[in-house]
């Protein structure tokens, strides 16, 4: 199928950091199984505010899967003030861009991770 | 090298080689003008006059009742368009189902917008409409029901045969949209009772762009296209000879060999059903017995179809979800949806279509790589970890 560049496809095929995260930190989950798109990503977040480790479980198509993907691979190691810089428009031209019906809807990988930054963030606020 | 599996058949099928060299002399030699007086024209004339015997032949209707269209899309757009209009005197109320072809449900949706009443009939989870249903439907103002012959995307077939009989009995125009059946298996515009059937080439093996409407005599209906005086001014335009010459050629190629082919069909989509629904949570869409021949559609929970597609697209074997136009759009079918299905298991359906050149073979390579893609997309997903 054309519809996806060679850099999306070769995600899809060959998805980094898959998977859960005993003892998340964080964990942030976006869409839902109407728009057919639910991603969900963990994150361990080291004593320098570094993402030290992220995984994603994705329900979705070649979009949603390539996105989350490549998001676990930009995030890792970064420090969570930049990762909260990042938006979906940067993740889709870092995988070299996407078709435009999927910009929308399966383009919400960035969403997924700071929804998993506000979950550290709020639960280290309870904790304190 | 890798293996390549076709199982796309319902979205459309390779021109069969004996269609293609039966059309090929009316590119070139034979290109006339067949309503020109000249001999080049007779000779075009008279191709597409036998063409239109065999493909009226081939339904059990009159040469003078098959119109011909540029597809299924037109061929539907004619019979429900055409006959509102021309009953708009009568009565502007229509009666189709929720599963139909977007080349009916668009049009009727249109037509809805433009004054008409439409009403759509729902159906129960195998896709199929109730008689009940219809008959408490029908209005005195009711002056059409159009209803799909064998399902694109689940192949359940309606009970059309029942429904021509209820719509001759109360005097109501009937449109069948049988573009997955004519050159499939046995249709028999007489026995069915229709008055308006759409039929398209490229669903049995012959050129795209080329379909027909067969309308029952009598039958008061407006053309969409206003021209000359072809097709007897109810689709005027030169005639697009060869893709008819080749339409027929299709036809009488697959009457000759349809109960073979739809017996051997049959058997290997029951052996495809039954293989994919031994992976754990595959449920088959659609009906389990009154389906289509190649028609396999089953819903993989906690993956989504589009997923699916690429990951066998990357093994070598074509397959859809819904129909083709639902691939790349992001809504869930509308079928699967009547059918009373969640928006999640829709998500996750699969549509295989097998046709007269699948082979044992390509059922056991698509059985023998289905369940490691299943299992790679569902270890990737968040609702099957949950379950
Ligand atoms: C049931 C049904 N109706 C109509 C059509 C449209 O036919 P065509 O592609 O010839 O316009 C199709 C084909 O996609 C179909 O399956």
Same mark, same amino acid.
């Given at each position: 199928?054309?519809v996806?560049?060679?850099?999306?496809?070769?995600?899809?095929?060959?998805?980094?950091?898959?998977?859960?995260?005993?003892?998340?930190?964080?964990?942030?989950?976006?869409?839902?199984?109407?728009c057919g798109?639910?991603?969900?990503?963990?994150?361990?977040?080291?004593?320098e505010?570094?993402?030290?480790d992220?995984?994603?479980?994705t329900?979705?198509?070649?979009?949603?899967v390539?996105t989350?993907?490549i998001?676990?691979?930009?995030?890792?190691?970064?420090?969570?003030?930049?990762?909260?810089?990042?938006?979906?428009k940067?993740?889709?031209d870092?995988?070299?861009?996407?078709?435009p019906?999927?910009?929308?809807?399966?383009?919400?990988a960035?969403?997924a991770?700071?929804?998993?930054?506000?979950?550290y963030r709020?639960?280290?606020?309870?904790?304190? | 090298?890798?293996?390549?599996?076709?199982?796309?058949?319902?979205?459309?099928?390779?021109?069969?080689?004996?269609?293609?060299?039966?059309?090929?002399?009316?590119?070139?030699?034979n290109?006339?003008?067949?309503?020109?007086?000249?001999?080049?024209?007779?000779?075009s004339?008279?191709?597409?006059?036998?063409?239109?015997?065999?493909?009226?032949?081939?339904?059990?209707a009159?040469?003078r009742?098959?119109?011909?269209?540029?597809g299924?899309?037109?061929?539907?757009?004619?019979?429900?368009?055409?006959?509102?209009?021309?009953?708009a005197?009568?009565?502007?109320?229509?009666i189709t189902?929720?599963?139909?072809?977007?080349?009916?449900?668009?049009?009727c949706?249109?037509?809805?917008?433009?004054?008409?009443?439409?009403?759509?009939?729902?159906?129960?989870?195998?896709?199929r409409?109730?008689l009940?249903d219809l008959?408490?439907? &029908? /209005?005195?103002? #009711?002056?059409?029901?159009? *209803?799909? =012959? !064998?399902?694109?995307e689940?192949?359940?077939?309606? @009970?059309?045969?029942?429904?021509?009989e209820?719509?001759?009995?109360?005097?109501i125009v009937?449109h069948?949209?049988a573009?997955?059946?004519?050159?499939?298996?046995?249709?028999?515009?007489?026995?069915?009772?229709?008055?308006?059937?759409?039929?398209?080439?490229?669903?049995?093996?012959?050129?795209?762009?080329i379909?027909?409407?067969y &309308? /029952?005599?009598? #039958?008061?209906?407006?053309? *969409?296209? =206003? !021209?000359?005086?072809?097709?007897?001014?109810?689709? @005027?335009?030169?005639?697009?000879?060869?893709?008819?010459?080749?339409?027929?050629?299709?036809l009488?190629?697959?009457?000759?060999?349809?109960?073979?082919?739809v017996?051997?069909?049959?058997a290997?989509r029951?052996?495809l059903?039954?293989?994919?629904?031994?992976?754990?949570?595959?449920?088959?869409?659609g009906?389990?017995?009154?389906?289509?021949?190649?028609?396999?559609?089953?819903?993989?929970?906690?993956?989504?179809?589009?997923?699916?597609?690429?990951?066998?697209?990357?093994?070598g074997?074509?397959?859809?979800?819904?129909s083709?136009?639902?691939?790349?759009?992001?809504?869930?079918?509308?079928?699967?949806?009547?059918?009373?299905?969640s928006?999640?298991?829709?998500?996750?359906?699969l549509?295989?279509?097998?046709?007269?050149?699948?082979?044992?073979?390509d059922?056991?390579?698509v059985?023998s790589?289905?369940?490691?893609?299943?299992?790679?997309l569902?270890?990737?997903?968040?609702?099957?970890?949950?379950?």
């Amino acid at each position: 199928m054309s519809v996806y560049n060679e850099k999306v496809m070769e995600h899809f095929e060959n998805p980094r950091n898959v998977g859960k995260l005993e003892n998340a930190d964080g964990v942030g989950e976006v869409g839902n199984a109407t728009c057919g798109d639910i991603m969900r990503i963990y994150i361990k977040v080291d004593d320098e505010e570094r993402i030290s480790d992220i995984r994603f479980q994705t329900f979705g198509c070649g979009a949603a899967v390539a996105t989350s993907s490549i998001v676990t691979e930009i995030a890792k190691g970064m420090r969570l003030d930049d990762a909260v810089a990042l938006n979906n428009k940067d993740v889709a031209d870092s995988l070299g861009g996407l078709p435009p019906i999927k910009l929308h809807c399966s383009n919400l990988a960035a969403d997924a991770l700071h929804a998993a930054i506000e979950d550290y963030r709020s639960r280290k606020g309870e904790s304190q | 090298m890798q293996r390549s599996v076709y199982l796309d058949h319902a979205a459309t099928t390779p021109v069969h080689p004996e269609v293609l060299a039966a059309m090929l002399p009316y590119f070139t030699r034979n290109f006339g003008n067949p309503s020109s007086v000249h001999a080049f024209g007779r000779e075009s004339r008279i191709a597409v006059d036998k063409a239109r015997a065999t493909i009226a032949n081939a339904i059990n209707a009159d040469a003078r009742e098959i119109v011909f269209t540029s597809g299924g899309t037109e061929a539907d757009n004619m019979a429900i368009q055409g006959v509102a209009i021309a009953m708009a005197d009568k009565g502007k109320h229509i009666i189709t189902s929720s599963v139909e072809h977007h080349a009916v449900l668009d049009t009727c949706e249109y037509l809805a917008k433009q004054g008409w009443e439409v009403t759509f009939l729902p159906v129960d989870e195998f896709g199929r409409i109730s008689l009940a249903d219809l008959e408490a439907a &029908i /209005r005195p103002d #009711t002056v059409l029901i159009s *209803l799909i =012959h !064998g399902n694109n995307e689940v192949g359940t077939m309606q @009970p059309v045969a029942e429904v021509g009989e209820l719509a001759r009995k109360k005097g109501i125009v009937f449109h069948v949209d049988a573009v997955q059946t004519v050159g499939t298996i046995p249709v028999d515009v007489k026995a069915l009772k229709v008055d308006l059937l759409s039929f398209s080439a490229h669903k049995f093996y012959g050129p795209k762009g080329i379909g027909a409407l067969y &309308i /029952r005599k009598g #039958t008061r209906i407006k053309p *969409l296209v =206003h !021209g000359g005086g072809q097709e007897r001014k109810y689709r @005027p335009g030169t005639e697009n000879h060869a893709a008819i010459v080749g339409m027929a050629r299709a036809l009488e190629f697959a009457l000759e060999n349809m109960s073979d082919n739809v017996d051997r069909v049959t058997a290997l989509r029951d052996r495809l059903i039954k293989g994919l629904l031994e992976i754990p949570e595959v449920r088959l869409n659609g009906h389990p017995t009154d389906r289509l021949p190649g028609n396999v559609n089953v819903g993989i929970r906690y993956v989504e179809g589009e997923s699916l597609i690429l990951s066998l697209d990357m093994k070598g074997v074509a397959v859809s979800s819904g129909s083709a136009c639902t691939s790349g759009a992001l809504d869930p079918s509308h079928v699967l949806l009547a059918m009373g299905m969640s928006h999640e298991i829709a998500h996750g359906s699969l549509r295989l279509t097998l046709g007269i050149d699948t082979t044992d073979e390509d059922i056991d390579y698509v059985l023998s790589i289905m369940p490691a893609i299943v299992d790679r997309l569902r270890k990737m997903s968040p609702l099957y970890n949950e379950k």
